[in-house]
């Protein structure tokens, strides 16, 4: 479908409104000599534009790019403010199997499970529950490094903030041998920090997942009750779960697959990475992880209030190694780590993602607070192919956003921008558009030639 801009859109559903104007007429000129032109042209033109998707070929190199590395299975889904908008699945549950993957399929989430935790930890701050700037040892006496210096400087923050300034992915080859959170603690009294804690960053598991402890300690429930009661039923997250029998019980659940010398090869799901409910324990479908993007942008306040969305995606500590990822590389400008999430600056508009990968799945969800756009994307494979999706989304969609009179217009009345335009007649909303900038990847296809397209 051709692009239409702006005015194009106006002066089109203009002559719409003339039609609808004459037919009415014949019915009741009353009530035509009422209508409020404004509402009138807005119904119509969401009428016209309710099919346009704002990224048409995206589904088709989704499917491309599954196809071509012979992924199993796949979905991603597309929200717009308080709406599901685009909901796309990909293949089949399991290998050889002809059960589809749609909507309500529940795959591992992996380290996405950690933006549950972080946006927990903010909400139980914003209440007054959890002191972000205790001492962790209040709550896990047991936690010691080989200086006892750093034992007393780490924080509760330090933990979901990934700063705990341990060497990443610490005995995360402990958690792979099945070991339980209280084994492996002993082992970090053999090491210390790379740095004070809050001062560099460095990737956990094991650390990360010692948040369970303080918010059980501080609400006397435990961490799953918590974000089940807190987050999954009152955003009607309802395939979201915790654990390896919770996936197991599921009827319509995703197989994992590892790659193997005759393509991918499908495996049982053991329970590693599962006794590590904050960082990794978290089960869902692409339509759960949707609704928690809409409640990420605000549109739940009765469950997340807009203090604690703020708070978790607040930049605590810069994270250099992320502008180094070779798909994201050419649009990056800046990377942090907030509270449980990543937060990009991406094409110089905030993106607040977070991916995870365990097992034979992988998965990846991201949000602009800016045009209030978000992503879910899952697989049951541990294809690379999923580096490529992510970036080749919001390369296009974010300079799209950019320019107002080239976006649908579902997606382009709700742009925020920074002086909003008021307009007294439709003779001043349709007037001469100011000559726009050009977009940074040519027109009409925005991905840069050679760096993301399959």
């Known amino acids: 479908m051709s692009k239409m801009t702006f005015s194009q859109i106006l002066i089109s559903a203009t002559a719409a409104l003339c039609s609808f104007a004459i037919a009415a007429s014949a019915q009741s000129a009353s009530t035509a000599q009422k209508s409020d032109t404004h509402t009138v042209i807005r119904s119509l033109l969401e009428r016209q534009q309710q099919d346009v998707s704002l990224f048409p070929q995206f589904q088709e190199r989704f499917q491309h790019l599954l196809a071509a590395d012979n992924v199993p299975g796949g979905i991603y889904a597309i929200v717009h403010r308080d709406r599901i908008v685009e909901v796309q699945p990909f293949g089949v549950r399991a290998a050889g199997s002809s059960e589809p993957v749609d909507g309500n399929t529940v795959f591992r989430i992996a380290s996405v499970s950690k933006t549950f935790a972080g946006t927990l930890t903010s909400l139980l701050a914003q209440q007054g529950i959890v002191d972000l700037q205790a001492p962790v040892l209040n709550y896990v006496p047991d936690l ?114 590892i790659r193997g010398r005759n393509g991918w090869f499908s495996r049982e799901v053991g329970p590693h990475y599962y006794r590590y409910a904050a960082a990794a324990g978290v089960n869902a479908s692409a339509t759960d992880l949707a609704q928690w993007l809409i409640a990420q942008m605000g549109y739940a306040p009765d469950v997340l209030p807009t ?21 994201w590389r050419p649009f990056l400008n800046d990377a942090h780590y907030g509270l449980g999430w990543r937060v990009y600056e991406f094409l110089e508009h905030e993106l607040v993602y977070h991916g995870g990968w365990v097992q034979g799945f992988r998965a990846e969800i991201a949000y602009s607070p800016d045009y209030e756009i978000g992503l879910v994307v899952l697989m049951n494979a541990e294809s690379s192919v999923m580096n490529e999706i992510a970036p080749m989304f919001w390369s296009h969609v974010i300079p799209l956003m950019q320019e107002e009179q080239w976006v649908p217009y579902r997606y382009a009345n709700n742009i925020r921008l920074s002086e909003p335009k008021h307009f007294d007649t439709l003779d001043r909303a349709t007037a001469e558009t100011p000559q726009r900038k050009p977009l940074p990847f040519g027109e009409p296809q925005l991905i840069p030639s050679g760096v993301l397209t399959p």
Do not use: W
């Not at 970090?188 to 402890?213: H, W």
């Open 144 to 257: 010691s490094f080989k200086n006892p210096e750093f034992n007393r400087s780490l924080r509760v923050e330090h933990l979901v903030a990934q700063s705990t300034g341990v060497i990443p992915n610490a005995y995360d080859n402990l958690i792979e041998a099945n070991m339980e959170r209280q084994q492996i603690l002993p082992h970090f009294k053999r090491i210390n920090p790379m740095c004070t804690p809050g001062a560099c960053y460095g990737y956990q598991n094991v650390l990360f997942s010692l948040i369970e402890d303080v918010v059980e300690e501080r609400t006397g429930k435990s961490y799953t009750q918590l974000v089940e009661e807190n987050l999954f039923a009152p955003l009607n997250m309802q395939h979201a779960s915790f654990g390896l029998d919770a996936y197991l019980a599921s009827t319509n659940k995703a197989a994992p697959h």
């Open 307 to 327: 203090e604690a969305i703020l708070a978790s995606r607040e930049k605590r500590i810069r994270t250099t190694r992320d502008l180094r990822r070779r798909s």
